[in-house]
Structures are given as structure tokens and as C-alpha cells.
């Protein structure tokens, strides 16, 4: 299947995100738990490797426990910095701004030896679209309710976001594309939302995945989620699901389009389990 996909102001925003790396000297990664390969973007390794680095599995509340301890050691291994984190639950906003303390300590202890004192962090959010960069950064925001604000001398429009020990949150993410590596990254991405539904053929999105669900011994989940039977083909399961939720035109043609949006609604919203659909290596 090919994905008429085409990375539109791949350029303006590379060229914003090195401005920004120019001002930081922590970036934090934001992925996504259920697709730490694909939703990771392999520029960055370049773009960032002179900065301290914070990985953020984000989601991993819809993620798979056991392989989110897995790619958490996977991405440890590397020497970065890994924090499994749940955007959207603001009693977890404490792990997130003790792992940022934790990645910045060797860079405060380098200004100390220097005789720096009390020199603010500068860390900014970086990540593919619909990783959950903006819910993280306006949780981060809320609870500190005040921004700091221009700093004059260093950036004239840049906002930032006190957060605890002394570090300074770019308020704005670096924003880049996801890299299609090969069919299934990009499959997965479209699955989770990461690529927009309006340049996909959502019936074979959902096909795909109800495919793959099969094929990773998954599917009940799913089955037992609508209360259908599988049949003999991929479609049956479809096509059961629609006829079970009445998702029919003219009264006896399928809604292809409808169950299709369905199910790929329900895995975002993680109403199958918490499935994770890629094994480091
Ligand atoms: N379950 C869950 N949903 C999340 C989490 N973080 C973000 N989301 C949802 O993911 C979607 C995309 O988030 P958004 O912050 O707009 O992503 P961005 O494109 O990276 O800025 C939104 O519907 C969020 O509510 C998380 O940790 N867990
Ligand atoms: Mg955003």
C-alpha cells in the first residue's frame, strides 16, 4: 500500500528547531510509547547530539507495561535519559520535572566548576506530531500558572516556562515529520494518528490493522471489545463489527468508511488494551 504522504514545511521548521537548540542546552524527546521507533525521527540524533537528551514515552498509559520497561532499557542503553509519562495526568507531573532535574545535573555541576552560580537550564520539547508535545508543555504551564516572560539580552520573543530547580522551558516544541523508514513505520504512525487521517484511505488503515492484529495474536481484544466472531477473511471481522454496531447504508451495504473510522478510533483511544506495536530490536 503506498501513503500518499508528503512532508509540507519540512524545511521552515528544521531550520526553527536549530535556532531554538542554539538556546538550550537540554532537549526532551517526546515519543510515542506504542511506537518508540517510528515516532522517533532519526535527524534528531544528529540535530541533538551535542545536548543532554530526555526521552519522554509518552502515552505509555496506552502502551504495553512490559514493553514499555523494554524500549525504557533499550533507550537507556544509549545513554540518554528515559522517563515513561502519561501527558494527560497531571499527578504524574512530578516524575516528569525530576527527570528533567536528573538529565540536568551533570550540566549544573559543569556551570558550578565553572563558578557559575544559580545559572538557569534553558531544556526545550521536541517530537513528531501527535506525540503529545503541547499537552505536556501546557500541563507544565498550568501548574506554574506565570510565565517568565521574555529574558531580555537572550531572545526577544521567545517564551519560557519556570519550571523547579532552576530550569527554563522553551514554551514552544521543535516540531519535525516523522521519516517513513519503511511500510509498516509508516502504517504504525497512521494508526496511532501521527499522520493525518485526511491523506489516508482509512478502510485500509483499518484493514491493515485488524491484519496485524491477527497476525500478532491480538485479535480477541478487539473481537470481544464489538462481541463479534472472526470469520474466514480479515473482512469478516469488519464486516461483523459494522453489522454489530449497525454501521450500514440502503439497509444492507456495509459503511466501510464508518467501521473503519471506528476502529481506529478505539485503538487510539486505547479501548482494545494497552497494545504496543513495535519490539526493540
Ligand atoms: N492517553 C494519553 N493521551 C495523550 C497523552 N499525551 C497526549 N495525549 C493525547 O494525544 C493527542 C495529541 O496530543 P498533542 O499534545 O496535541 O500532540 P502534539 O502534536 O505533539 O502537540 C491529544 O488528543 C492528547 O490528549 C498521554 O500521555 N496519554
Ligand atoms: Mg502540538
Known amino acids: 500500500m503506498n501513503i500518499n504522504w508528503y512532508p ?10 536549530r535556532e531554538n537548540l542554539k538556546l538550550v542546552n537540554i532537549v526532551i524527546e ?13 535527524d534528531f540524533d544528529k540535530l541533538f547530539q551535542d545536548k ?43 516524575k516528569l520535572e525530576s527527570a528533567i532535574n536528573d538529565a540536568s545535573k551533570e550540566i549544573i555541576e559543569r556551570y558550578k566548576k565553572k563558578g557559575f552560580k544559580n545559572k538557569t537550564i534553558k531544556a526545550m520539547i521536541a517530537g513528531i506530531p501527535n506525540v503529545g508535545k503541547s499537552t505536556l508543555i501546557n500541563s507544565l504551564a498550568k501548574k506554574k500558572s506565570t510565565k517568565t516572560g521574555n529574558i531580555p539580552g537572550i531572545t526577544k520573543s521567545k517564551q519560557w516556562i519556570r519550571l523547579t530547580g532552576n530550569i527554563d522551558l522553551l514554551d514552544t516544541p521543535g516540531i519535525l515529520w516523522p521519516k517513513f523508514i519503511d511500510e509498516e513505520g509508516a502504517l504504525n504512525l497512521a494508526y496511532t494518528g501521527a499522520i493525518k487521517d485526511e491523506v489516508l484511505v482509512l478502510e485500509e488503515i483499518a484493514f491493515k490493522f485488524v491484519e496485524k492484529m491477527e497476525k500478532v495474536g491480538l485479535i480477541n ?19 461483523n463489527i459494522a453489522k454489530k454496531r449497525a454501521l450500514i447504508i440502503n439497509k444492507t451495504e456495509i459503511d466501510y468508511l464508518r467501521v473503519s473510522k471506528l476502529i481506529v478510533k478505539d485503538y487510539r483511544d486505547g479501548n482494545f488494551g494497552r497494545i504496543t506495536l513495535e519490539k526493540p530490536e
Not at 502502551?63 to 501527558?87: H, R
Request: proline content about 4%.
Open 8 to 17: 509540507g514545511h519540512m524545511k521552515v521548521t528544521k531550520d526553527l528547531l
Open 30 to 42: 517526546v515519543i510515542d510509547a506504542r511506537i518508540p521507533k517510528s515516532s522517533k525521527n532519526p
Open 52 to 94: 543532554k537528551r530526555l526521552i519522554v514515552l509518552n502515552k505509555y498509559d496506552l502502551a504495553d507495561p512490559n514493553l514499555n520497561k523494554a524500549w525504557e532499557d533499550y533507550y537507556k542503553k544509549k545513554g540518554w535519559s528515559v522517563v515513561l509519562y502519561n501527558s494527560t495526568d497531571n499527578k504524574e507531573l512530578r
Open 221 to 239: 481484544s478487539i473481537l470481544e471489545r464489538y462481541g463479534v466472531d472472526a470469520g474466514e477473511k480479515t473482512l469478516d471481522i469488519i464486516e
